[in-house]
Antibody, heavy 126, light 107 residues
Framework: QVQLQQSGPGLVKPSQTLSLTCAISGDSVSSNSAAWNWIRQSPSRGLEWLGRTYYRSRWSSDYAVSVKSRITINPDTSKNQFSLQLNSVTPDDTAVYYC????????????????WGQGTLVTVSS | DIQMTQSPSSLSASVGDRVTITCRASQSINNYLNWYQQKPGKAPNLLIYVASTLQSGVPSRFSGSGSGTDFALTISSLQPEDFATYYCQQSYRAPLTFGGGTKVEIK
């Protein structure tokens, strides 16, 4: 059974960096049949995909255009986890942040999220 | 970006009712449509993928249909644990996008 356990602060000051971690059990961050995603949810934006990282002979990451200049998603193979960093946050980044697995098959990922973390409410406020 | 529009945004129903939620894409997405259920304070839970395939462990009272631009999620006999918010999501083209949700409430 795959489980994703999120950790990180719930309060971030404006202009600072939001950092969250998603620890994986029951699967591997280096799996060739998975991609590891961050998704957020807010009343104003609804559910919004932020980005992903995945391993296919080498590490790759894809990001949503809306946050591309501010986001980094990195794997940590030693701890079997992946992280989200979002720079220069504003109150508009206040949301519940989720990590989620996209189970891939046949060499392709289809953005079908079958396992999710528990969610972290991150408030951007001074 | 592909826009996903769900209707209704909310509905009231009774236990045992048949409930249908619709989702419309702003352009054809073939059958690349997924449905999630979300309960308050919890993460979304995958119910159906590629329009009509039931995720493992999901009760058979849930079903999905449609292709192209119009899709539906049907609950054949609403159970107390089904009161939640339901979201559709297209996985046809980046950026993936979600519908605004349909809240199913107790009548």
């Amino acid at each position: 059974q795959v489980q994703l356990q999120q950790s990180g602060p719930g309060l971030v000051k404006p202009s600072q960096t939001l950092s969250l971690t998603c620890a994986i059990s029951g699967d591997s961050v280096s799996s060739n049949s998975a991609a590891w995603n961050w998704i957020r949810q807010s009343p104003s934006r609804g559910l919004e995909w932020l980005g992903r990282t995945y391993y296919r002979s080498r590490w790759s990451s894809d990001y949503a255009v809306s946050v591309k200049s501010r986001i980094t998603i990195n794997p940590d193979t030693s701890k079997n986890q992946f992280s989200l960093q979002l720079n220069s946050v504003t109150p508009d980044d206040t949301a519940v942040y989720y990590c989620a697995r996209d189970h891939c098959s046949g060499g392709s990922c289809h953005w079908i999220f079958d396992y999710w973390g528990q969610g972290t409410l991150v408030t951007v406020s001074s | 970006d592909i826009q996903m529009t769900q209707s209704p945004s909310s509905l009231s129903a009774s236990v045992g009712d048949r409930v249908t939620i619709t989702c419309r894409a702003s352009q054809s997405i073939n059958n690349y449509l997924n449905w999630y259920q979300q309960k308050p304070g919890k993460a979304p839970n995958l119910l159906i993928y590629v329009a009509s395939t039931l995720q493992s462990g999901v009760p058979s009272r849930f079903s999905g249909s449609g292709s192209g631009t119009d899709f539906a999620l049907t609950i054949s006999s609403l159970q107390p644990e089904d009161f939640a918010t339901y979201y559709c999501q297209q996985s046809y083209r980046a950026p993936l996008t979600f519908g605004g949700g349909t809240k199913v409430e107790i009548k």
